[in-house]
T-cell receptor, first 115, second 110 residues
Framework: DAGVTQSPTHLIKTRGQQVTLRCSPKSGHDTVSWYQQALGQGPQFIFQYYEEEERQRGNFPDRFSGHQFPNYSSELNVNALLLGDSALYLC??????????????FGPGTRLTVT | QKEVEQNSGPLSVPEGAIASLNCTYSDRGSQSFFWYRQYSGKSPELIMFIYSNGDKEDGRFTAQLNKASQYVSLLIRDSQPSDSATYLCAVNGGYQKVTFGTGTKLQVIP
């Protein structure tokens, strides 16, 4: 049973560039959430996708956008990169159950460095 | 006030002792609570979840929830050096948005 996968593992970009990160959820999961984790901090919620729509969004600017595909995989896009966007980007998947358990399982993350 | 608060530590305990990690949250409507373990440079790993008041045990781990006092704790019995990591408390407020604390760094001394 494959867990959550993310690609790429590491990425180096220049300020102003755009980046796309990818995530495949755990088998049987239909909900994908994206988080940003700066060094020494807890993960910060970016947004969540379910049924190919953004269902919840955290306090992140519109430069952060996403997409979910019919196979439940997801992309996170960040435009006009800033130095402060350097972080570990985590994808978490969960199963949308009636009554909601919301147990999320994380992928290995993508380390983004903006220079 | 932060939504989810944890003492950043480090919390140092000798091998074999009980490690006690605490977390408080501000949203009284929170419905589900999670503990994640994160090793340096790795992603968080779900180790416990709890939804109802009281205790939940899984092996060496016990999660405790007190909704009236808005706190959740994690006890690790017979602590091992391999338990040395940062422990993240996470709270779900009922809208699929999970809020994390900043984590408590645990050091188990051999």
């Amino acid at each position: 049973d494959a867990g959550v996968t993310q690609s790429p593992t590491h990425l180096i970009k220049t300020r102003g560039q755009q980046v796309t990160l990818r995530c495949s959820p755990k088998s049987g999961h239909d909900t994908v959430s994206w988080y940003q984790q700066a060094l020494g901090q807890g993960p910060q919620f970016i947004f969540q996708y379910y049924e190919e729509e953004e269902r919840q969004r955290g306090n992140f600017p519109d430069r952060f956008s996403g997409h979910q595909f019919p196979n439940y995989s997801s992309e996170l896009n960040v435009n006009a990169l800033l130095l402060g966007d350097s972080a570990l980007y985590l994808c978490a998947s969960s199963q949308n159950l009636a009554g909601g358990s919301y147990e999320q399982y994380f992928g290995p993350g993508t380390r983004l460095t903006v220079t | 006030q932060k939504e989810v608060e944890q003492n950043s530590g480090p919390l140092s305990v000798p091998e074999g002792a009980i490690a006690s990690l605490n977390c408080t949250y501000s949203d009284r409507g929170s419905q589900s609570f999670f503990w994640y373990r994160q090793y340096s440079g790795k992603s968080p790993e779900l180790i416990m979840f709890i939804y109802s008041n009281g205790d939940k045990e899984d092996g060496r781990f016990t999660a405790q929830l007190n909704k009236a006092s808005q706190y959740v704790s994690l006890l690790i019995r017979d602590s091992q050096p391999s338990d040395s990591a940062t422990y993240l408390c996470a709270v779900n407020g009922g809208y699929q948005k999970v809020t994390f604390g900043t984590g408590t760094k645990l050091q188990v001394i051999p």
